[in-house]
């Protein structure tokens, strides 16, 4: 399938961050904010789940949530998945199949760390998913412009000026 026809296929919307998705996934059970740390306000679900598309064309912009966030890989080409963490240090991770070539296809980014990703092959696509422990709600959700993360991390603006939207 192509990209148009996984977003057509699975109905998926234009995300904040980048890209396309569709929460498919919403647990009924309910943590209650006094269980939560000081970082969340308000009660969560226990998990949350999304499916997520990326297009060479449409990166995922540098956020942050409050939460672990675990990505899985379906299909497509290799997505790099670049975090900033609370420190200031810079890494990236491979998702994708070529496990040989240092790909995985599961990888978790630790709560509080700004993240942003990118299909690095040109005319190509990266269809995966996200899964939310305790659950996304988008009052976790932090999506700051170029000028403010780099106002926090003064030596990454290179690598913040390319993925951020603003």
């Known amino acids: 399938m192509t990209a148009?026809?996984?977003?057509?296929?699975?109905?998926?919307?234009?995300?904040?961050?980048?890209?396309?998705?569709?929460?498919?996934?919403r647990s009924k059970g309910i943590i209650s904010s006094e269980n939560l740390s000081d970082h969340f306000n308000g009660n969560r679900n226990y998990c949350t789940s999304i499916y997520f598309l990326l297009t060479s064309e449409k990166f995922s912009a540098f956020h942050k949530i409050n939460q672990d966030e675990i990505w899985h890989f379906y299909s497509g080409t290799t997505l790099k998945l670049h975090q900033i963490s609370p420190k200031g240090e810079y890494s990236f991770v491979l998702i994708g199949n070529d496990f040989i070539n240092g790909e995985i296809p599961q990888y978790t980014v630790p709560a509080h760390y700004y993240f942003a990703a990118e299909i690095i092959t040109k005319d190509s696509f990266a269809f995966v998913g996200c899964t939310v422990s305790p659950g996304f709600d988008f009052k976790d959700f932090v999506l700051p412009s170029a000028a403010e993360l780099s106002k926090e991390f003064p030596k990454l603006t290179e690598i913040i000026a390319k993925l951020t939207h603003h």
């Open 4 to 25: 148009t026809e996984i977003i057509d296929f699975f109905d998926l919307k234009t995300h904040p961050e980048g890209g396309f998705y569709k929460e498919t996934y």
